[in-house]
T-cell receptor, first 112, second 115 residues
Framework: DTGVSQNPRHKITKRGQNVTFRCDPISEHNRLYWYRQTLGQGPEFLTYFQNEAQLEKSRLLSDRFSAERPKGSFSTLEIQRTEQGDSAMYLC??????????FGNGTRLTVT | AQSVTQPDIHITVSEGASLELRCNYS??????LFWYVQSPGQGLQLLLK??????LVQGIKGFEAEFKRSQSSFNLRKPSVHWSDAAEYFC?????????????FGTGTRLTIIP
């Protein structure tokens, strides 16, 4: 069990630029989640994959956000035309069926 | 709508003292409840979970939590805290629409330990 891996750990970008984050779940975990955590708040659910299928998306996930999990393994989260309000920690988690979630260490995004 | 309330934003306790972190939930059905801990700059680690059965659940690092349906509470306790327990603690309720483990988190309680 090597844990959930997220890259990069930190990303600083200018407003209007596009960014992409990667999440590598624990191997054989069929479920993958993205959460967003802003300062002083708990994580908020963004989206959920079961294998390669994106089964649920939060209303928080505007049309500037897109997530993929093309082969049911790693996932990417892209934010287009970033805004300062996108600054947050983006957390990825994975699980197998009904087991509890395992979280990665997150990608901290700062939009200047 | 489902929600989780952690009324204490910040708690300070002395090393060796007992600890109780409060959590109240709002959920129509029988809840699945969780406590996670987050150290600075890190992801979340599961401390314990309640699905059903015994209302007192034991977790890692000496933590326990008690589910009280009548009070809609799931408070986290530890009899004697260690300096390494200083972290942010989040209570969460599972709010599944598709049989997944989508969690709704509280806003967290930051725990400071003083010598």
């Amino acid at each position: 069990d090597t844990g959930v891996s997220q890259n990069p750990r930190h990303k600083i970008t200018k407003r209007g630029q596009n960014v992409t984050f990667r999440c590598d779940p624990i191997s054989e975990h069929n479920r993958l989640y993205w959460y967003r955590q802003t300062l002083g708040q708990g994580p908020e659910f963004l989206t959920y994959f079961q294998n390669e299928a994106q089964l649920e998306k939060s209303r928080l996930l505007s049309d500037r956000f897109s997530a993929e999990r093309p082969k049911g393994s790693f996932s990417t989260l892209e934010i287009q035309r970033t805004e300062q309000g996108d600054s947050a920690m983006y957390l990825c988690a994975s699980s197998r069926d009904n087991s509890p979630l395992h979280f990665g260490n997150g990608t901290r995004l700062t939009v200047t | 709508a489902q929600s989780v309330t952690q009324p204490d934003i910040h708690i300070t306790v002395s090393e060796g003292a007992s600890l109780e972190l409060r959590c109240n939930y709002s959920y129509g059905a029988t809840p699945y409840l969780f406590w996670y801990v987050q150290s600075p700059g890190q992801g979340l680690q599961l401390l314990l979970k309640y699905f059903s059965g015994d209302t007192l659940v034991q977790g890692i690092k000496g933590f326990e939590a008690e589910f009280k349906r009548s009070q809609s509470s799931f408070n986290l306790r530890k009899p004697s805290v260690h300096w390494s327990d200083a972290a942010e603690y989040f209570c969460a309720v599972e709010t599944s629409n598709f049989g997944n483990e989508k969690l709704t988190f509280g806003t967290g309680t930051r725990l400071t330990i003083i010598p």
